[in-house]
């Protein structure tokens, strides 16, 4: 119940969820159960916590918040595009080598509600956990840091794509990108998840511009 809320927030990444009370009533469970769902999902990296300010969407920055938003003012989305084409395809091959069943079923589900996302904010939560579930799968603890920081960084900045549609087109190219590079990760195929990472990767930064 708990993970359905989440995913179906329209807050950015680092976005303030409501406070635990505040969840328990809304939701009709109990504040204790509200604590362990919340466990479950920093322990997925799904939300962080911070003891006297709340709990966050996303998983916890390398640095702090201030720091991030430091790093997104100084960023441009290009050298944030191409920070990500030095790390991403690395980190689909390596899913593609060492993920399992549970990692390719989170990758599955997330293109489905990516697809079914009746709004961007909607879909670009979805896109984020995808790309965080590609990274996990790689079980590289130091290159999952370092997405995480470089993730945190490129929510700060104001992206260059064009939005003429109110809700994602069915055609929306990501789609079936995302679906490209899922598959080759799932049938375990290095070189193609590689390949189809940076590919997409590509075709985003010729949409910035």
Known sequence: MLRDFVSEQTLPLNGRLPSERALAEQLKISRGEVRKAMAVLEAEGQVWRHIGRGTFIGARPVFNLHDVEYLGSITSPAQIIDAR???????????????VQADFAEMTACNRRARGAKSWSVYEAWDNRLHLAIAQASRNKLLIVLFETLNAVRRSPVWGDLRFNPVPPGNHLSFSQHETVCDAIARRDPDQAEIGMRAHLHSVRNRMR
């Open 85 to 99: 084409l030095a790390i991403e395809p690395q980190l689909a091959r390596l899913a593609a080598l060492n993920g």
